[in-house]
């Protein structure tokens, strides 16, 4: 069934994690940069030093839409979707563990940051908060969507003006009182955001490809002035503006834009976008962060243009490499579940004989 998904929406799965990736070269690899552009008043140039920032939750919040709209619309049993949580989990303690012995073997601080705990214990110890996020969400599902069943389009409007006020407005002024701009309260409203779309939107009218377009172009520019002008007047690179409802907004538009093209099937996409979510586990682990990211400062490029395109070309190659590298941790699920299989059944002989 997978394998039949519509390949725009995969891509989709594929650009989003994309701009996670460059939100995280720009946060880690240039950061520094752009301290110390700050701090010798070349403002217009940490702004550009940091120019894929904004892109990161506008990627999170769009692939949390692709779960809502594939999964909202559905009648799930908590066993289903605890498979489907534990088959997350899998995948990050596979990674989490695999890091740390990587550690030990390369004498790698275990107790700065607590990283012997929280790669041991990753969900308990909130290794990666986006993950920890949609494990949980993953667990709510059930009943989330038994509760939106039989919702009106118009009472599914007013609960997502409830959720967007509250859980991507209210973090713009600092109020957490629902969720942060990063955490579990924007992902259920991103996830009922997706369901929406499949329930209520018509995707084959070209209007809303439009509205798309205009949805994505007005708010990115939002964003990237407001973060212009933080960086600009306030010489704060910390800016919030490019999480929250402007982010929000942004993916609405570009996920609407990616659901109204024709739909059409690709075997390379789609086996592509099987093993992106392994880019960000692999990427953001708390070992392989710091060593990852510092040898994509580029000390000896002073040209921004050059240091954002061998950026780019550095995040695709490292998406590439990580996608490799979830081929084979793939391959070695499948041949345990074989084996756990080919185990189970020789029991269930031997009881039976």
Not at 96 to 120: G, P, Q, Y
Not at 174 to 198: H, K, P, Q, W
Not at 204 to 222: D, E, H, P, R
Request: hydrophobic residues 50%.
């Amino acid at each position: 069934m997978s394998r039949m998904r519509n390949s725009n929406i995969e891509l989709l799965r594929i650009l989003s994690m994309l701009f996670i990736t460059l939100h995280h070269f720009s946060l880690w690899a240039q950061g520094p940069r752009s301290d110390a552009l700050i701090a010798s008043n070349q403002l217009t140039n940490a702004f550009y030093s940091l120019f894929y920032l904004p892109l990161g939750d506008i990627g999170v919040y769009a692939f949390v839409m692709i779960t809502g709209f594939y999964m909202g619309a559905n009648d799930y049993n908590e066993e289903k979707t605890f498979k489907k949580a534990l088959n997350v989990y899998l995948q990050l303690y596979f990674y989490s563990f695999l890091f740390l012995m990587m550690a030990v073997i390369k004498n790698w601080s275990l107790t700065e940051d607590s990283r012997l705990f929280k790669s041991l214990l990753p969900f308990i110890f909130n290794h990666y908060w986006f993950v920890t996020a949609y494990i949980l969400l993953m667990l709510f599902i059930p009943y989330i969507n038994k509760a939106i069943m039989n919702l009106t389009k118009r009472r599914f409007v007013y609960l997502l003006i409830i959720l967007i006020g509250s859980c991507s407005i209210f973090p713009l002024i600092n109020n957490n009182v629902a969720s942060e701009s990063v955490g579990l309260g924007i992902l259920i409203t991103a996830y009922l955001i997706g369901t929406f779309i499949r329930r209520f939107v018509d995707t084959s009218n070209k209007i809303n490809y439009l509205i798309g377009i205009g949805l994505f172009l007005v708010n990115l520019s939002i964003i990237y002035g407001k973060m212009y002008f933080d960086i600009i007047v306030s010489k704060n690179r910390y800016t919030n503006i490019y999480t929250g409802f402007f982010a929000l907004i942004c993916s609405i538009g570009l996920f609407l834009i990616f659901v109204s093209m024709k739909s059409h099937y690709s075997s390379i996409i789609n086996q592509l976008a099987k093993h992106v979510f392994a880019i960000y586990l692999i990427t953001e682990n708390i070992f392989v962060l710091p060593k990852l990211w510092s040898r994509f400062y580029f000390s000896d490029l002073n040209n921004l243009v050059k240091v954002n395109l061998f950026g780019f070309l550095s995040v695709i190659l490292i998406m590439l490499g990580c996608y490799l590298i979830d081929l084979v941790r793939s391959e070695v699920f499948v041949i345990f579940s074989r084996m756990f299989k080919f185990s189970k059944n020789k029991q269930h002989e031997n009881i039976n004989i």
